[in-house]
């Protein structure tokens, strides 16, 4: 089992900067990889950032990728993403998520994904 906790969500203008956290719990987490998700007002999840267990292959979906950061240190059992230049339309409540993925192609499909956290509401107003 695998508890997650998101902290450091809270509302930014655009062009701030916020970093999320993840705190996970159990002894899997090193070995589990890990992904950032979000769910905007009236559109469904979609896929951030994800980071293999190693820290070795980590993905971005193109709306993020140059301005996100993902991180994870495995002694602290925690997750992170930076994210930097915010847009309005980054406004959602981003979840982050554990899973037994071993193959960076599937790190984008939320249904790879064990163990979900409840989520920190991000606001970037413009």
């Known amino acids: 089992q695998v508890q997650l906790v998101e902290s450091g969500g809270g509302l930014v203008q655009a062009g701030g900067s916020l970093r999320l956290s993840c705190a996970a719990s159990g002894r899997t987490f090193s070995t589990y990889t890990m992904g950032w998700f979000r769910r905007a007002p009236g559109k469904e999840r979609e896929f951030v950032a994800a980071i293999m267990w190693s820290g070795g292959g980590i993905a971005y979906a193109d709306s993020v990728k140059g301005r996100f950061t993902i991180s994870r240190d495995n002694a602290k059992n925690t997750l992170y993403v930076q994210m930097n230049s915010l847009k309005p339309e980054d406004t959602a409540v981003y979840y982050c998520?554990?899973?037994?993925?071993?193959?960076?192609?599937?790190?984008?499909?939320?249904?790879?994904?064990?163990?979900w956290g409840q989520g920190t509401q991000v606001t970037v107003s413009s």
């Open positions: 998520a554990a899973g037994p993925i071993y193959s960076t192609v599937n790190v984008y499909y939320a249904a790879r994904y064990n163990y």
